[in-house]
């Protein structure tokens, strides 16, 4: 069992920054794959950005060059840093966690489902 907490979210114009940090705790100290979604109102949730077991970034075409993944493996902890935000950026950004299928983490963010773990999310609104 793992909980996450997310933290970082706000309101910016376009064009603006944003940092948001997910920190993971359990009680097993088993790692996880860990990555990031969102959901606007009236969408699904879509990924994000995903990261892998060493440390490649797995991106959605629409942040790709804008938002960055990273993770603190001591910390417990994901990062997400947004650049050059856009209003169309705007949704609640949720943290997710999964047990590693076959011990290694593959970045991928195609399908939330396979998450079993999630954040309360935090909220991101970018005006124009």
């Known amino acids: 069992q793992v909980q996450l907490v997310e933290s970082g979210g706000g309101s910016v114009q376009a064009g603006g920054s944003l940092r948001l940090s997910c920190e993971a705790a359990?009680?097993?100290?088993?790692?996880?794959?860990m990555a990031w979604f969102r959901q606007a109102p009236g969408k699904e949730r879509e990924g994000v950005a995903g990261?892998?077991?060493?440390?490649?970034?797995n991106y959605a075409d629409s942040v790709k060059g804008r938002f960055t993944i990273s993770k603190d493996d001591i910390k417990k902890t994901l990062y997400l840093q947004m650049n050059s935000l856009k209003p169309e950026d705007t949704a609640m950004y949720y943290c997710?966690?999964?047990?590693?299928?076959?011990?290694?983490?593959?970045?991928?963010?195609?399908?939330?489902?396979?998450?079993?773990?999630w954040g309360q999310g935090t909220q991101v609104t970018v005006s124009s």
């Open positions: 990261i892998t077991s060493g440390g490649l970034t």
């Open positions: 997710a966690a999964r047990v590693p299928p076959y011990g290694y983490c593959s970045g991928d963010i195609r399908s939330p489902g396979r998450f079993g773990y």
């Open positions: 359990d009680d097993t100290g088993s790692p996880y794959c």
